[in-house]
């Protein structure tokens, strides 16, 4: 298994760079409306009421699964596929894994200090620092890139792509589900998870063709040659 190559197409790279800046851009204009009310607060309040219900059942425990997967349980497994990834000597996709994740963490985090918005007042799971944007939504986004290039092969990664977006948009459910996130929120932390994964992909091109280039020079069948001195008959 090798890590696939970055997009060749400048748009994957426009977007990268942009989406986040776009977020950020979000990120003030929160910061600078009244107090809790951005442009778009009638439609995040209207989905926080449509969306939620009992602490139990079925929802209710798959939203806790992925609210757990989304703090320090998910970060134990990450440590776990990135010792993975080092006993198979894929050190150079162990630290794209790593770097993305780091990456997106420090991104979002950067963002809310800029936002401060205020999370939802009926929100139903303890929950940290700012709401915009959510920090569990970017690094699930941020996750199914990282498995996008260095676990799936490249002629499965069109089937891989459906199944990305629907665990992204199934942890963006699970926060506003809990109503631990405004489902802006959730839209602008999936987007900026995955640009930055995106980003530092693009960024560690080199470290990941130079791994992709030895792994195929070592799985390529030997050539033999003819002894020396050995004569072919016509």
């Known amino acids: 298994m090798t890590p696939n190559g970055f997009p060749k197409s400048r748009l994957a790279l426009v977007l990268a760079v942009l989406v986040p800046l776009g977020v950020l851009g979000d990120a003030l204009w929160v910061r600078l409306a009244a107090p809790g009310t951005p442009p778009w607060q009638g439609l995040d309040e209207s989905w926080n009421d449509l969306v939620g219900g009992p602490a139990d059942g079925l ?22 596929a990135v010792v993975a990834l080092l006993i198979a000597r894929r050190w150079r996709s162990a630290v794209f894994a790593c770097a993305a994740v780091a990456a ?7 963002i809310k200090l800029v936002g401060e918005r205020p999370r939802p007042l009926d929100v139903m799971v303890d929950t940290g620092s700012w709401a915009f944007p959510s920090g569990h ?3 699930m986004a941020a996750f199914v890139v990282i498995v996008a290039v260095v676990w799936i092969p490249a002629r499965h990664l069109r089937a891989w792509w459906p199944v990305a977006v629907f665990l992204t948009v199934l942890m963006m459910g699970a926060r506003t589900w809990q109503h631990a996130h405004w489902l802006t929120d959730t839209i602008g932390g999936a987007a900026t998870g995955w640009a930055v994964a995106a980003l530092v992909w693009r960024v560690c091109t080199p470290l990941l063709d130079r791994e ?7 799985d390529a069948p030997a050539v033999v040659e003819p002894a020396a001195g050995e004569e072919h008959l016509s």
């Open 104 to 110: 997106t963490s420090l991104v979002v985090e950067l």
């Open 137 to 139: 939504s970017a690094r």
């Open 59 to 80: 929802r209710w425990q798959l939203a806790q699964l992925l609210n757990r997967l989304g703090g320090e349980p998910g970060l134990a497994l990450l440590a776990i």
């Open 212 to 218: 992709r280039a030895e792994r195929e020079a070592v």
